[in-house]
């Protein structure tokens, strides 16, 4: 497996995401779901973003997070962005929400590039 690249490849790309938060925010985490298409394993097929921070609190069922890494009340918007901006360039493919571009990321890393910058490209062409 090459190196990871030291910038995104999605660097250059404008992807719109909507953040929704519920009504007992912020003792519950907002949900992110980008409304432009992006190639990522962190990301499911359907735009919703599945990093840590966005969990709800308390101790993980499956066992993957500590409740150190899941949601807490002092997150802020700024806090969420960077924490997602972080996803963007460092994909987790550990815990996979897209276990397609996962693979890809670990074993054919040619063809994750192609998928991402054609996404980068077309969120160009639509900004």
Excluded at 23 to 42: G, Q, V
Aim: aromatic share 10%.
């Amino acid at each position: 497996m090459p190196p990871p690249s030291k910038t995104t490849q999605s660097e250059g790309g404008f992807f719109n995401a909507i953040m929704s938060f519920p009504s007992n925010y912020p003792n519950s985490p907002p949900t992110i779901k980008f409304t432009s298409e992006l190639w990522h394993p962190n990301v499911y097929p359907d735009g919703r973003v599945c990093i840590s921070i966005l969990h709800p609190p308390g101790d993980d069922p499956n066992g993957y997070e500590l409740a150190s890494e899941r949601w807490t009340p002092v997150h802020t918007v700024e806090s969420i962005v960077l924490s997602i901006i972080s996803m963007l360039s460092s994909p987790n493919d550990e815990s996979p929400a897209n276990v397609e571009a996962a693979k890809e990321w670990r074993e054919t890393r040619d063809e994750f590039k192609k998928k991402v910058s054609r996404c980068v490209r077309k969120s160009q062409e639509t900004w």
